[in-house]
């Protein structure tokens, strides 16, 4: 019951994240921007966003180095390679990870 009447300048980083998503999910907008939007997060926080996001309408452009998080969302993806290479995989994440075993890829 406290944590619901605790300034929003107080909250921690985990809390501000949980906040800000909220806030961008009620003003559905066609298309989000996300720089490791798991960080800060426990995992019931992670599963929620993940849940929400799996719903989402529009677009989602993000940057995770969570592996779990990139494999439950992503289509496509997008990898910036030394020497300015960019490989476009449509394609999920496990997918993209099969190719590399391999050796092959797939452009876009």
Do not use: C, W
Request: glycine share 10%; charged share 20%; no cysteine.
């Amino acid at each position: 019951q406290d944590e619901i009447k605790k300034p929003v300048n107080v909250v921690s980083g985990g809390e501000q994240g949980r906040l800000l998503f909220g806030r961008l999910m009620l003003q559905q907008p066609n298309i989000m921007l996300m720089d490791e939007p798991t960080n800060h997060l426990d995992m019931e926080s992670i599963e929620s966003l993940n849940l929400a996001l799996e719903n989402y309408p529009g677009t989602l452009l993000f940057v995770s180095h969570d592996r779990e998080f990139v494999s439950s969302l992503a289509t496509r993806i997008v990898e910036m390679q030394p020497g300015g290479v960019i490989v476009n995989f449509n394609g999920t994440y496990d997918d993209y990870l099969r190719t590399q075993d391999t050796g092959l890829q797939k452009a876009g």
